[in-house]
């Protein structure tokens, strides 16, 4: 295999792994979003904080759609640590994966 054509594969992986790694960060922010009460929510990190460090048991928090949703916060925490830790395993692995078919 010549110079050039090593060159031109090197680029091509490069590019299909920054294309995937793109898709499936996409695909994970759609894991991500949890529907409770009524309302659609995208769980952040931003989220988490905000209901691990709420005082009162009740709040109304606005969903996606900009609709106040009534939100029983320890029930809707620990179903958001749920999702987000299993998003973000997926993620992690699947990640993994796509690098490993980069080296290879």
């Not at 029983?72 to 993620?91: G, H, T, V």
């Amino acid at each position: 295999m010549n110079e050039i054509t090593k060159l031109v594969e090197q680029v091509r992986l490069s590019t299909d792994f920054q294309i995937n790694k793109q898709i499936l960060r996409e695909k994970i922010q759609t894991e991500l979003h949890i529907s409770f009460n009524g309302g659609m929510f995208l769980i952040t990190t931003d989220l988490l904080a905000f209901l691990a460090t709420w005082p009162n048991e009740l709040l109304y928090l606005e969903d996606i759609f900009q609709n106040p949703i009534e939100i029983k916060r320890q029930e809707f925490l620990d179903r958001c640590r749920e999702r987000y830790q299993a998003a973000m395993n997926s993620w992690h692995q699947q990640y993994a994966e796509t690098r490993k078919i980069r080296k290879v």
